[in-house]
Antibody, heavy 119, light 107 residues
Framework: LLEESGGGLIQPGGSLRLSCAAS????????MTWVRQAPGKGLEWVSI???????HYADSVKGRFTISSDNSKNTLYLQMNSLRVDDTAVYYC???????????????WGQGTMVTVSS | DIQVTQSPSFLSASVGDRVTITCRAS??????LAWYQQKPGKAPKLLIY???TLQSGVPSRFSGSGSGTDFTLTINSLQPEDFATYYC?????????FGPGTEVDIK
């Protein structure tokens, strides 16, 4: 089970940190990812972190968002800085299945947390 | 970047129908493709991975096929709970990309 938190209303240029708490498995032993969905739109991949710490980002958030995880809290994070109106979306965390470094699918998803960027 | 397209974008069908959704990648992705189902207000749910492997617990009326650039999701004997939006996703290279979705509605 994954449970996101930390969403809310934020002004453009502001910062927000999303959390994704896991039960039933260890976050830092898995590959984990963030996906977002703007209102009425499709799914957009945001970022991924490997169990070894390697990270990748979508170009739309590179340099503004940072993915990380905390073993003691068994939680995944997404630090979002310099937020823009077009970052408005439901943000989902998910576990990533993989064979070595080959990704297979996103098999467990949280329920999502809404981030609204507006003045 | 690998672009992923889906067709149709909208499909109207009846209970019991056989439904086929097509997904196309802009370059070869072997079988690094997954399919998801999403219902309004809910998180996506994994249906198929590696293009054709059914996720545990998913009904056998769902099936996937394809490799390279062309893939299909088939739903045999559509059930009321299958009315939803379906997304394909390529996991071959970054950035990971989803198709735009296919909404399956009740005729």
């Amino acid at each position: 089970l994954l449970e996101e938190s930390g969403g809310g209303l934020i002004q453009p240029g502001g910062s927000l940190r999303l959390s994704c708490a896991a039960s039933d498995f260890i976050v830092t032993s898995n590959y984990m990812t963030w996906v977002r969905q703007a209102p009425g739109k499709g799914l957009e991949w945001v970022s991924i972190i490997y169990s070894g710490g390697t990270t990748h980002y979508a170009d739309s958030v590179k340099g503004r968002f940072t993915i990380s995880s905390d073993n003691s809290k068994n939680t995944l994070y997404l630090q979002m800085n310099s937020l823009r109106v077009d970052d408005t979306a439901v943000y989902y965390c998910a576990r990533v299945s993989h064979y070595g470094d080959s990704l297979r699918d996103f098999d467990i998803w949280g329920q999502g947390t809404m981030v609204t960027v507006s003045s | 970047d690998i672009q992923v397209t889906q067709s149709p974008s909208f499909l109207s069908a009846s209970v019991g129908d056989r439904v086929t959704i097509t997904c196309r990648a802009s370059q070869g992705i072997s079988t690094f493709l997954a399919w998801y189902q999403q219902k309004p207000g809910k998180a996506p749910k994994l249906l198929i991975y590696a293009a054709s492997t059914l996720q545990s617990g998913v009904p056998s009326r769902f099936s996937g096929s394809g490799s390279g650039t062309d893939f299909t999701l088939t739903i045999n004997s559509l059930q009321p709970e299958d009315f939803a939006t379906y997304y394909c996703q390529q996991l071959y290279s970054y950035p990971l990309t989803f198709g735009p979705g296919t909404e399956v509605d009740i005729k």
